[in-house]
């Protein structure tokens, strides 16, 4: 890729003005969040464990929905809502899955949360990793149903269909887009194909694509955040906006009507249903209409070579001992990752005590510049939101800082090395090259006119864009895991920053081992809007990990080695460290 970013520092975001289509969205997304807002959450602790993790679902889905919201012109973490938007996407099509289906497909969450947790134990395995308090991940709620594994119902349930599987069904399915906002419905099956049909557009795989890069962190994904006249990693350019926004929307509110399907028992009655799901697809329509009129994708049209084909993953449930937690090795909720926060404080007050500019040394790659402010933003998402009630945007950012620090440190090891050093320049830029390509032939195939397709990836007229030229024979990066080995070379077990980060997908996956990591339940309460301490100290410790090596490097490279950034990044290694000897306390990895 390798364009040159050569404009000056551009305004904070919330400093410019805003496009009346982006204010009229954003008024329709804060509309639809503070709806959402007044349903109350009705959770049954003596039920069957599929019972509370599937009345969990749309609280969590309507916490990262108003996270989604409250970052929108912050000036921070701007990609970090496209992250949110995918995680909301995926858990529209489960929730729509299971809705058809929910007597038989709601006990699928109990077997795909052992497959979780035994893939999580295959990670310990192969990476010869020690987790002492493997039961507290595994079962972080003590006194609310029964989350051990043993019972028959858990080990007799089937698997939820993955990513993919989903996608594919929900493409086949050929959506259509109503031809009027939904004032008035029938029963949960008529809305739950009136709001799907909300998210019918043309090129949905490509769109799924961008959402894609922005939840991994990686150089397309932090493109989103190339706002004209904007300060690039923090702000949102608005076609992006409104594609992660119109997704979210949807996503939510599939999730809230295929919980009233699996589990109707849990709509608090107080609540008038009917009433409050009509202004719900009002609302949520509303979304899309605003939407729609600023990322321009229109309605679908069939697929040019026809439906597409269903990918069934083929799953053959052996499950490793540990997996199954016996209720006499579920460990109390005495935690406590104080000392952990403290740490992060110190760490991020050193952050913010040397600062350049990343024009002041000539013209950098954008790739540096992405790198140097998209980190200072995705952490302050971090710490922003940790302590609050925005924990879980935390555990997202923590995540995409993670797994561009891995490929970040991946792509300048060895940097004297020039030979080298060229050919992993070429093989990480290729990669994003492909994807490019790969995501605007996905739009162009399924309705899009190529032109629209390639303005989506359009760069702002200050960076000067490099060549697209694709090497012949290209080696793609190496996998994430890989690369993760490679950051954590320096410990004692270097295996478990893989851990670490299956851990944290556990939340952006929305697993079951997720939901219950987002709750707390203490003396007879359940907090839903809360986080474990193995999880926060887990998302603080990778959170300063990441960004000291992005900042640290990224430094580097703009000021072409100066004294004062070397100094820098020392200094955030060692502070980052600091933290790392705090968090294993808490989460007890490595």
């Excluded at 919330?14 to 804060?30: F, N, Q, W, Y």
Aim: net charge negative; charged share 20%; with cysteine.
């Amino acid at each position: 890729m390798g364009e040159v970013w050569s404009g000056a520092e551009g305004t904070w975001p919330d400093g410019r003005e805003p496009h009346p289509s982006v204010v009229s969205l954003r008024a329709a997304t804060r509309a639809l969040r503070f709806h959402l807002d007044t349903l109350p959450a009705v959770f049954h602790f003596d039920g069957p464990g599929d019972q509370f993790l599937a009345e969990s679902a749309f609280p969590y889905a309507r916490w990262r929905y108003a996270c989604a919201d409250s970052l929108l012109g912050s000036g921070i973490g701007g990609t970090v809502v496209g992250a949110l938007a995918r995680s909301l996407f995926d858990d529209g099509l489960l929730w729509q899955w299971i809705a058809e289906s929910p007597a038989e497909r709601r006990q699928a969450l109990l077997g795909s949360m052992l497959e979780e947790r035994d893939r999580i134990c295959g990670f310990l395995s192969a990476h010869e990793v020690s987790c002492p308090n493997l039961a507290r991940w595994f079962v972080p709620l003590d006194g609310i149903t029964d989350l051990t594994g043993a019972s028959l119902a858990a080990l007799s349930a089937p698997s939820l269909p993955d990513g993919s599987e989903l996608l594919d069904l929900f493409l086949a399915s050929s959506p259509v887009r109503p031809a009027q906002p939904v004032l008035t419905g029938g029963g949960i099956e008529d809305l739950l194909k009136a709001a799907w049909g909300m998210l019918a557009m043309s090129g949905l795989r490509g769109a799924v694509m961008v959402l894609g890069h922005a939840g991994h962190g990686n150089l397309l994904g932090m493109q989103s955040s190339l706002a004209v006249g904007g300060v690039p990693g923090h702000d949102l350019r608005a076609d992006h906006e409104a594609l992660f926004m119109h997704v979210a929307a949807v996503g939510v509110t599939v999730t809230l009507l295929g919980a009233c399907a699996a589990v109707p028992e849990s709509w608090p009655p107080e609540v008038e249903q009917a009433g409050f799901l009509r202004t719900l697809m009002r609302l949520t329509e509303e979304v899309v209409t605003a939407a729609s009129a600023v990322h321009g994708l229109g309605d679908p049209r069939p697929p040019a070579g026809g439906p597409p084909k269903v990918r069934v993953k083929v799953r053959d449930r052996r499950l490793r001992s540990a997996a199954v937690i016996a209720s006499g090795d579920v460990l109390p909720d005495i935690g406590n990752a104080s000392a952990v926060v403290s740490a992060v404080r110190k760490y991020d007050a050193f952050v913010s005590s040397w600062v350049t500019s990343p024009w002041a040394h000539g013209d950098p790659k954008l790739a540096s510049v992405l790198a140097y402010s998209g980190a200072h933003s995705t952490f302050a998402t971090v710490m922003s939101g940790f302590d609050e009630h925005a924990a879980v945007t935390s555990v997202f950012a923590a995540r995409m800082l993670l797994e561009e620090a891995a490929r970040f440190t991946w792509l300048a090891q060895d940097a004297e090395d020039d030979e080298a050093f060229v050919q992993r320049s070429t093989r990480y830029f290729d990669e994003f090259r492909a994807r490019k390509k790969k995501t605007i032939a996905l739009f162009s195939s399924n309705g899009v006119a190529r032109a629209a397709a390639t303005k989506l990836f359009q760069m702002p007229d200050s960076v000067i864009e490099g060549p697209e030229t694709i090497s012949k024979g290209r080696q793609p990066l190496p996998p994430i895991d890989e690369m993760l080995l490679h950051l954590g070379a320096p410990y004692p077990e270097p295996g478990w920053l893989p851990v670490a980060y299956s851990l944290l997908s556990q939340v952006t996956h929305s697993t079951p081992i997720g939901l219950v990591h987002m709750a707390r339940y203490r003396d007879g309460t359940l907090s839903a809007h809360d986080i474990s301490p193995e999880m926060l100290a887990l998302a603080l410790d990778v959170a300063c990990l990441g960004s000291a090596r992005l900042l640290g490097m990224s430094g580097l490279i703009l000021t072409h080695g100066s004294d004062e950034a070397r100094q820098y990044a020392f200094g955030l290694e060692e502070r980052a460290l600091a933290v790392h000897d705090a968090a294993r306390l808490v989460h007890w990895l490595d």
